[in-house]
């Protein structure tokens, strides 16, 4: 007796047997590392894993642009979304700091002492966390008072802010630099500052992304795009890898400087959409 009703489809085999034989590639491949049989040098897996990261939303788009069969107004719209990929990479890259770079300045260059008791450099951790649930609501209220006197600002502009916001964390945290290359400890108030900081670009960034997936790309096509739109947390985590490797506990004349450095990419990042501003919104027209 056949419980399903019927038998199975036809040519449902072939998928079922490569998805099979791929999982059981990956088992292999994960018990021979865990054997020590294959060995990776982390280098080497970090520039593999963000090339093939960074293929998949390059084919993915490049499908959507050239053989999706859209129309010139989807395209163009795609385009966009390229756009605020792009920046969405930028802005992980330098917002996930905050458990590298941040977290070991924390641990070696700030005063964690407060009445007595020595705050663990982990804890700080937390507080983008709790700066979320507490300026969350604040911050979703505003949008919509906002948005009720028609003064909302577009998902452009929002980026822009992110951006920004995240660079200004950069800031705080260069002047912190300075104060232990004069040979003083920094204080925790930088740290805090920086997350607070990092909290408000996030929550003008973050929300709006997968809103503005879900509006421009075509109906049929979401599913799949909300899904590629990850991609920019996972290639922005592998480049703050990147860039958390160039931080150098012994040299702590540098910091200064890196984190700098790391301003003046968002800042230019956000100066570039400033620029693209006008044709993003000739192109996402009657899109609100």
């Not at 021979?32 to 040098?41: E, P």
């Not at 906002?146 to 260069?174: C, E, N, W």
């Not at 421009?216 to 739109?229: A, K, N």
């Not at 400087?257 to 956000?270: D, E, P």
Request: charged residues 10%; positive net charge; hydrophobic residues 55%.
């Amino acid at each position: 007796m056949c419980l399903t009703g019927g038998p199975p489809a036809r040519g449902s085999a072939g998928p079922v047997l490569g998805l099979s034989v791929g999982m059981l590639a990956l088992c292999l491949f994960i018990a021979l590392l865990w054997s020590g049989r294959i060995q990776l040098a982390p280098p080497l897996l970090l520039s593999a894993s963000t090339g093939i990261i960074a293929a998949i939303a390059i084919l993915f788009f490049g499908y959507l642009l050239f053989g999706a069969g859209l129309d010139p107004v989807e395209r163009r719209r795609i385009a966009v979304v390229i756009m605020l990929f792009v920046a969405a990479t930028m802005f992980w890259a330098g917002y996930e700091q905050s458990g590298s770079s941040f977290n070991l300045f924390a641990e070696r260059y700030t005063a964690r002492t407060l009445s007595g008791f020595t705050i663990p450099a982990s804890w700080f951790q937390s507080l983008n966390p709790i700066f979320i649930v507490v300026f969350g609501p604040l911050f979703a209220a505003l949008w919509v008072r906002l948005a009720q006197r028609g003064l909302d600002p577009s998902t452009p502009v929002k980026f822009i802010l992110g951006l920004l916001g995240m660079g200004l964390g950069f800031v705080v945290m260069a002047a912190a630099a300075r104060h232990v290359v004069a040979g003083q400890m920094a204080g925790m108030q930088a740290l805090v500052l920086t997350y607070l900081l990092h909290t408000f670009a996030e929550l003008c960034l973050s929300p709006v992304g997968l809103s503005a997936v879900s509006k421009l790309v075509p109906r049929r096509f979401i599913g799949q795009s909300l899904g590629v739109w990850f991609v920019s947390l996972s290639l922005g985590d592998l480049v703050a890898g990147r860039l958390a490797g160039d931080f150098n506990p012994s040299q702590v004349s540098a910091m200064p400087g890196q984190f700098m450095r790391v301003f003046w990419f968002s800042l230019i990042c956000a100066a570039a959409l400033v620029a693209l501003l006008p044709l993003m919104r000739r192109w996402t027209a009657g899109v609100k």
